[in-house]
């Protein structure tokens, strides 16, 4: 069964550098998401991406984020100059439908 | 504004109970409901949906509008029950963003 993949499963950085996560879409999705989880907190949105561009991004998704697809397959997050409260777990999810399916997550630790 | 309310954060239930984890959402318009389940070091997986009303590992779960909640049951819990569970409420026309509650982890006493 297809699965939606990211990498890398960790990232350490330090502060005020900038990170690029990557994540492998279900192959015939069109819809792609980005989603982050706080330890002990809630899972939420960043941003939804359809047909190349930003179709919706909640009020954390500020200029500091970036989205691209930037062949067929991939789809990133990138985050220009990362700050202590960006560490997260980051969940990329993609979809067909209604339904998404997530990513393993990868987890960002700013020191 | 929509919101995902699961009141329990810890529920813990002993092997063969039934089990009922909670769920309440505010949303104006027609909503699309989903329950996710983690298991331990892995990802979120899909566990059902209210549209299409099937049973997945013996849980189900009713969507009541007049309620506003979408609660998941099970009537035997099991061992490998033991999870965090995440209710998500799709709002269609916003690029189908999900807004999920804080999570209840389940563990199921042998």
């Known amino acids: 069964e297809p699965e939606v993949t990211q990498t890398p499963s960790h990232q350490v950085t330090q502060m005020g550098q900038e990170v690029i996560l990557r994540c492998v879409p279900i192959?015939?999705?069109?819809?792609f998401y980005w989603y982050r989880q706080i330890l002990g907190q809630k899972v939420e949105f960043l941003v939804s991406?359809?047909?190349?561009?930003?179709?919706?991004k909640s009020e954390i998704f500020d200029d500091q984020f970036s989205v691209e697809r930037p062949d067929g397959s991939n789809f990133t997050l990138k985050i220009r100059s990362t700050k202590l409260e960006d560490s997260a777990m980051y969940f990329c999810?993609?979809?067909?439908?209604?339904?998404?399916?997530f990513g393993p997550g990868t987890r960002l630790t700013v020191l | 504004a929509q919101r995902v309310t699961q009141p329990e954060k810890l529920l813990s239930v002993f092997k063969g109970a039934p089990v009922e984890l909670k769920c309440n959402y505010s949303?104006?318009?027609?909503?699309?409901l989903f329950w996710y389940v983690q298991y331990s070091r892995q990802r979120l997986q899909l566990l059902l949906r209210?549209?299409s009303r099937e049973s997945i590992k013996g849980f189900t779960a009713d969507l009541n509008k007049g309620e506003t909640s979408f609660h998941l049951k099970k009537p035997f819990a099991q061992e490998e029950d033991s999870a965090m569970y995440y209710c998500?409420?799709?709002?269609?026309?916003?690029?189908?963003?999900?807004?999920f509650g804080t999570g209840t982890s389940l563990t199921v006493i042998p």
């Open positions: 999810a993609s979809a067909a439908g209604d339904t998404q399916y």
């Open positions: 192959s015939n999705h069109l819809y």
């Open positions: 991406f359809y047909n190349n561009e930003i179709s919706e």
């Open positions: 949303y104006s318009g027609s909503p699309e």
């Open positions: 209210h549209i």
């Open positions: 998500a409420l799709s709002v269609i026309g916003t690029g189908n963003q999900f807004y």
